[in-house]
């Protein structure tokens, strides 16, 4: 359990979590038997290929973090081209899911150096006396 804390801290865990959810969850409403699917294309080609790319995305957010800027414009792309292409974006859940995930990737940062460095230095500057 302790190790894979360790992996989630050096990458942009949640945001590639909730952007492959997304995908996998336009791909579920796909297969929805409700008269209110929407296929447009060649039998829905796009339907299928947007959410497929979006869950590909997250997956690769979590593996390959150093890509993240690029996985994750692409995610929000495809998650707001679900709108037209799938049933409403998987009926504005996975497209939520998809868009919250790929800003969450996309706003993520390394931690540069040890949280006790940093506190180690600001404890021994010395303030600056006033004129």
Known sequence: MVAFRRWRAVRPFWGGLLL?????????TEKASLKVVMH?????????LLPTLMLILGLLILFNPTQR?????????L????WVTSNLGG???GL???VV????????????????????RRRRQEPVPLP
């Open 101 to 120: 995930g790929s800003c969450l990737a996309f706003g993520w940062l390394p931690d540069q150096e040890p949280r006790r460095a940093r506190s180690w």
């Open 96 to 98: 939520v899911l998809g």
């Open 79 to 82: 998650s707001l081209g679900t």
């Open 91 to 93: 009926f504005f859940i």
């Open 20 to 28: 492959a959810l997304g995908g996998a969850e336009i791909l579920v």
């Open 40 to 48: 447009i294309g060649m039998q829905g080609l796009a339907g299928y």
């Open 69 to 77: 800027l690029f996985y994750s414009i692409l995610g929000a792309l």
